[in-house]
């Protein structure tokens, strides 16, 4: 098993990845430590990792109040002894969902989706670190894993605020990677999903748990249709962006840390925006005969 003997708190795993990500790590070994805003939902996620024969407790915890992230590092450690692998993955979509124009954020929404986003992902890997380097084994060795996007790395319209807060995390992980963690033997990581989001990300915190993505929840999948490059007989999965976080939770990325790892971008973050059309290398080939080289 890749997280035999390992202890892991999970934020905002009551829901999307995860909850996926609670299932899977407890599933390779791992005793999990479920937390969420909501206490329902961090219960049902317990309930389905007991029915899959994991060992794991749920914690309520709003990644916006510093000590409730730190009670639930401390639950971990009551509980387990230790904390081997923080994955700050708690977060909430920009208000409207961008349909905010720019200049009508207000500095409340903005505030919010920073709290949640950024400033909770701050205090989940502050009070890991604290916990991490007090292990009975020591500290080398653990992970820190934290949800970006790819809304940090390329420009995503109308979510300003939360591509903001992404790309802090993405800076806050090279810092504490190259600066302040590292020298304990601790690494820190992000993942940055294109595809394979949670379809409960858009929808209200009380709304039942789908546990699939945006992409299994548009009907038929059909390859030819779909704007992704690579084009594969199935969808993205949230488990094609929990697989990546297994493996920066085991100790086969132990050289890995100060990394922002596009996990599902399918070769979109590769394309280009001119427009060339499918049969661009005609067109490029029948100009270049009539010495046109401008388009």
Request: aromatic share 8%.
């Given at each position: 098993?890749?997280?035999?003997?390992?202890?892991?708190?999970?934020?905002?795993?009551?829901?999307?990845?995860?909850?996926?990500?609670?299932?899977?790590?407890?599933?390779?070994?791992a005793?999990?430590?479920?937390?969420?805003?909501?206490?329902?939902?961090?219960?049902?996620?317990?309930?389905?990792?007991?029915?899959?024969?994991?060992?794991?407790?749920?914690?309520?915890a709003?990644?916006?109040?510093?000590?409730?992230?730190e009670?639930?590092v401390?639950?971990?450690?009551?509980?387990?002894?230790?904390?081997d692998?923080?994955?700050?993955?708690?977060?909430?979509?920009?208000?409207?969902?961008?349909?905010?124009?720019?200049e009508d954020?207000?500095?409340?929404?903005?505030?919010?989706?920073?709290?949640?986003?950024?400033?909770?992902?701050?205090?989940a890997v502050?009070?890991?670190?604290?916990?991490?380097?007090?292990n009975?084994?020591?500290?080398?060795?653990?992970?820190?894993?934290?949800?970006?996007?790819?809304?940090?790395?390329?420009?995503?319209p109308?979510?300003?605020?939360?591509?903001a807060?992404?790309?802090?995390?993405?800076?806050?992980?090279?810092?504490?990677?190259?600066?302040?963690?590292?020298?304990?033997?601790?690494?820190?990581?992000?993942i940055?999903?294109?595809?394979?989001?949670?379809?409960?990300?858009?929808?209200?915190?009380?709304?039942?748990?789908?546990?699939?993505?945006?992409?299994?929840?548009?009907?038929?999948w059909?390859?030819?249709?779909?704007?992704?490059?690579?084009?594969?007989p199935?969808?993205?999965?949230?488990?094609d962006?929990?697989?990546?976080?297994?493996?920066?939770?085991?100790?086969?990325?132990?050289?890995?840390?100060?990394?922002?790892?596009?996990?599902?971008?399918?070769?979109?973050?590769?394309?280009?925006?001119?427009p060339?059309?499918?049969?661009?290398?005609?067109?490029?080939?029948?100009?270049?005969?009539?010495?046109?080289?401008?388009?």
């Amino acid at each position: 098993m890749r997280l035999a003997h390992k202890v892991v708190v999970i934020t905002g795993a009551g829901s999307g990845l995860g909850r996926a990500a609670s299932r899977l790590f407890a599933q390779e070994g791992a005793r999990v430590v479920v937390t969420d805003v909501s206490e329902d939902r961090a219960k049902q996620t317990l309930d389905l990792v007991h029915g899959d024969g994991g060992e794991a407790i749920a914690v309520k915890a709003d990644v916006t109040v510093e000590a409730e992230v730190e009670a639930a590092v401390a639950a971990a450690v009551d509980t387990y002894g230790k904390l081997d692998v923080m994955f700050a993955n708690a977060g909430i979509p920009a208000k409207g969902f961008g349909l905010t124009a720019f200049e009508d954020i207000s500095e409340a929404e903005w505030d919010e989706t920073n709290d949640v986003v950024l400033k909770g992902v701050f205090f989940a890997v502050k009070h890991a670190v604290r916990a991490m380097k007090n292990n009975p084994d020591g500290p080398a060795g653990s992970s820190i894993i934290c949800t970006s996007s790819a809304a940090s790395l390329v420009g995503y319209p109308g979510f300003p605020q939360y591509g903001a807060a992404k790309g802090g995390i993405n800076a806050m992980v090279r810092i504490c990677a190259a600066w302040e963690i590292g020298r304990y033997g601790i690494r820190i990581n992000a993942i940055c999903p294109t595809h394979g989001g949670s379809a409960n990300f858009i929808l209200p915190g009380d709304a039942p748990v789908l546990e699939k993505s945006h992409e299994e929840m548009g009907g038929e999948w059909i390859p030819e249709h779909s704007p992704i490059p690579l084009k594969l007989p199935r969808p993205p999965r949230i488990l094609d962006n929990a697989y990546p976080a297994l493996f920066l939770a085991s100790d086969e990325s132990m050289y890995m840390s100060g990394v922002c790892l596009p996990t599902t971008d399918g070769g979109t973050l590769a394309t280009v925006a001119i427009p060339f059309g499918d049969d661009w290398r005609e067109n490029l080939n029948e100009n270049a005969r009539k010495g046109d080289f401008n388009g």
